[in-house]
């Protein structure tokens, strides 16, 4: 257990020792699918609530990326390395066949996992949420319509690492001397659809408490996170075959943090790839798709009704 009562993560280890914290949810012989939080993040990121997931048959894992939460910090690492990661808690828990999902930050590693050899096969479909696209993607301005928070976390383009590094160790001291800074900062860069999606108490709690979990042991998951999304992702988005793999994308029009330009351009280089652009939408609007996401992951058509978000109290 937790020091807050909740049930401890189990850990895997891969074949280079790293220790890899992750949790599992929902339906015990449910389908198993991946879902790779954003940056910064942990395993206790936004999902939907476990008897949505149990009516579902879902059987959801989440885990921390190195150097977030109980992960051990594999500097260094590259965006293609989330596959071992992921291959790592699949044979752990027995897994021969399962789907993978990433939010924000998790989306270029979900990809990663499409597009990884010894994955494929094992990998029913891939979802990605509100992704950017490589930071050295040719014909994309990359910084165009995002907001000025996240120009300045990955740097504006500066090929200056140290200050990348210094932003995120300063802005993680923020939010050990105050836990809520982090949010009340995000909320500032919200247009007005991303206030509405935050509007709710139970999902700003369910994110507070993420960023809490993932900065725990330090901001090093966020650091590594943030030097891998800025170089070379280490994979080949056309190596993706849909025929085998089948990829879907989902972007809100009106996202700032990931701006919608990011998906189009991922889903124009994924051959067989298919993109849904919601008019009036934004960054974490995502979580209220992840339902919907899911349904599609599992094959799965039946609508699901009612409060979907974990922690969330009825009625809201």
């Excluded at 990433?102 to 010894?118: F, I, K, M, N, V």
């Excluded at 994955?119 to 990359?142: C, F, K, Q, T």
């Excluded at 999606?197 to 725990?216: C, H, K, M, S, V």
């Excluded at 090093?220 to 280490?234: E, N, Q």
Aim: with cysteine; glycine share 12%; charged share 25%.
């Amino acid at each position: 257990m937790t020091r807050d009562g909740r049930p401890g993560p189990r850990f895997a280890h891969r074949a280079d020792s790293k220790r890899v914290a992750y949790e599992v949810t929902g339906a015990p012989d449910g389908f198993p699918v991946f879902l790779m939080h954003g940056t910064p993040g942990s395993r206790r990121g936004p999902k939907p609530r476990g008897i949505v997931l149990y009516r579902m048959g879902v059987r959801l894992v989440t885990y921390d990326r190195p150097g977030y939460g109980d992960s051990e910090r594999f500097e260094g690492r590259d965006v293609a390395d989330a596959a071992r990661d992921v291959e790592t808690i699949a044979d752990d828990l027995g897994l021969t066949r399962f789907a993978v999902a990433g939010r924000s930050g998790g989306g270029p590693h979900a990809l990663a996992c499409a597009a990884d050899e010894r994955l494929r096969g094992r990998i029913s479909r891939v979802a990605v949420l509100v992704s950017l696209a490589p930071s050295d993607a040719m014909e994309l301005d990359w910084f165009d319509g995002m907001n000025n928070d996240n120009v300045r976390g990955f740097g504006a383009g500066s090929p200056d690492t140290d200050a990348v590094i210094e932003e995120i160790r300063q802005r993680a001291a923020r939010a050990a001397e105050d836990p809520r800074f982090l949010l009340r900062d995000l909320m500032t860069q919200m247009g007005l659809p991303d206030r509405r999606a935050i509007n709710d108490a139970a999902l700003r709690g369910i994110i507070f408490d993420t960023y809490q979990e993932a900065l725990r042991a330090g901001p090093y998951g966020w650091i590594d996170d943030v030097l891998a999304l800025r170089r070379s992702w280490k994979f080949d988005l056309g190596a993706i075959d849909t025929r085998v793999t089948p990829v879907r994308l989902w972007h809100g029009a009106e996202d700032t943090f990931a701006p919608a330009s990011h998906g189009q351009w991922l889903a124009a280089r994924i051959p067989g790839a298919e993109i849904e652009v919601q008019p009036g939408a934004a960054h974490f609007d995502a979580m209220q798709q992840l339902p919907r996401i899911l349904r599609w992951l599992t094959g799965a058509e039946a609508p699901v009704s009612g409060n979907l978000l974990i922690g969330a109290r009825p009625g809201q």
